[in-house]
């Protein structure tokens, strides 16, 4: 037997055993919560339980040994990289936010499934297996050196440095934002509080080990992540259906569901509602069409209101919530316009009856269904061209012992994410039918527990919103808003099943966002302090001070990021869709033509990249209404998360156009690729 497969042996026990001891842990909690042990402990004892497992993780793997602390010494398993890869993939927005996706937007949230799985498979056929042959230690390493010539070498590891950087910053603080609401869900503390608690677990196995700590502690990640997630929706199959296999069960939910929209749509009390819903739309846009005087009366009636509780002593309660209502006011007509134009469009949106969620593009007329498809289909290649081209998740194929191992780590990463991407949609659908038949239809004064709670977390911008439009003490479907974040984290609860589920689901979501968060900062940290302070500042430094350097911009990163997440921008899957598109514009193109087209040069690929880099994000800023874009700019219709099926074809077409308008890739950029693309 090889030491290598001693290695793996020797994994496999101990990953086997912690699973057990994880299954033990279960079981006592539950044993616990029956004896009646207060359900916050129970929430705290998986908290705590979970980050001193990683934590104990990140202590015992800590190591400053450059390729150990780089790609955790280029040895670990196929299948453990596999499931490391999974862990570090499946972040928060697939653990907490895909499945409140295809909650809110049916087959059309369909899109990110296909796209994120598809991304693997060209991962696997054109980029992993020859990153590994070259065999450094991040993505601007190969384009560094595959762009590199006589007349300069850095241009291009520059550009790509910034690349990972912007890419992975975006992608971290959806991470970190996760790790908030997670963190304050199950503690109590403030949102911005538990994003530091969470940072904190964070830093200790990044910071002492590098990737050799977060390899083995994303693998404990996943395990927990897999059991969380079907623990949950497997008991919501069995009580509604008698079937514990959700992802054979759940079909049969969608002939009732279509049933009940159909009944709601036609439902005298819900065209009540929409009627209010369009009477509210129209005083918005009444509003906006009256600016900037109808701002300035605004703001006026709100001074005049605060000071007369001032002056009449009015209760304490009141004049906060004057104040609050006065200093959360639009800024200018600008910003009120806006604003308005926003909530006006939002009131639109629920005044119009629901189209069946479950039929390919549903829309009231072809022009509308084709604008779906096109941004279905754009929003799939986004996402599978932004896979293929993430630093983050690449630099993990670093870490395999051979380049036939780096292949097979692909296809069991693949077979591991299939594991929660095949459940994901039994989860929105069985919630979807829990919520229709228990919620819709109950009477105001005996809303469930949870709703309360889960509008509470966030008082500004509540994560649950149900209001009594039509003042008729009923439920109806049209006065529920639910945010897609917390449809997981609060499926326990919706379902009513025992408190240790809830917290078991918690740990899972922690997990997630905790081994992606691991992974992004890391390869921030590596590419700064390898590409840029060690092949550029400081050829000659040592590896000692090379990993100190990489832990110095690891921490910086860390709480810059955290900090930005504290002001919780945009929702996680915008956040992430933005990384996506960026890196499908930016880095795809380099990569796969500095791979398969020796042609391409140094020139080329600084032209490829600011270009696709500069349309992406050009786009993104002119359409989306977050940057004070409009819808009304859009290019046939493609929403902004898709900018990179502009930005894609620019970078494809600014490296052939320059690269054969300059000189060729010297020779020995020609060795370098015949060697890496030699079997």
Known sequence: ????????????????????????????????????????????????????????????????????????????????????TAADWMSAASFLSLAGGLYLQGFDGLAYIIGWTGGFCLVAMLIAPYIRK????????????????AEDKNQVRILAVLATVFISFIYVVAQIYG????????????????????LASILVCSFLGGMRAVTWTQVSQYIIIIIAFMIPVAWLSAKHSDNPVPQISYGAFLPELVKKEKQFTNDPKEQQVRAIYQTRAGEFDKKIQQLPASWESGRNELQKKLDELKAGNGSLIDIKTASRDLANYPVSPEEARLRWAETRNMYLQKSQPNFAQY???????????????????????????????????????????SVTESRDSVFWSLFFIMLLYITIPALAIIVKYDIYTSLVGSEFSKLPSWVTYWANVDKINPLVSIIDINQDGIVQLSEITIDGDIIVLATPEIAGLPYVVAGLVAAGGLAAALSTADGLLLTISNSLSHDIYYKIVDPTASTQKRVTISKLFLLVVALIAAYVASLKPADILSLVGAAFSVAASTLFPALVLGIFWKRANRQGAIAGMIAGFVVCVFYMVHTHPLFGGSSLNQWWNIAPISAGVFGVPAGFLSICIVSLLTPRPDQQVQELIDYIRAP
């Open 359 to 401: 039929t390919p593009y549903a829309a009231k007329d072809k022009t509308e269904a084709d604008n779906k498809r096109n941004n279905f289909m754009a929003l799939v290649l986004c996402l599978m061209m932004g896979t293929a081209a993430l630093p983050h998740l690449l630099t993990r194929y670093y870490t395999t012992p």
């Open 134 to 149: 070259f065999g450094q230690y991040t993505i601007a390493d190969f384009l560094g050196t595959r762009f590199s010539d």
């Open 179 to 198: 790790v908030g609401l997670i963190t304050s869900r199950f503690t109590g503390v403030d949102f911005s509080v538990g994003i530091f608690l969470g």
């Open 1 to 84: 037997m090889t030491p290598q497969q001693r290695f793996t042996q020797r994994l496999t026990s101990y990953y086997l055993w912690y699973t057990l001891l994880f299954f033990i842990f279960l079981i006592v909690l539950t044993i616990l919560e029956k004896e009646g042990v207060p359900r916050a402990w129970i929430g705290y004892l998986f908290m705590f339980a979970t980050i001193v497992i990683y934590a104990g993780i990140g202590l015992v793997s800590r190591t400053s040994d450059i390729t150990e602390y780089y790609v955790a010494g280029r040895r670990v398993p196929a299948v453990f990289n596999g499931m490391a």
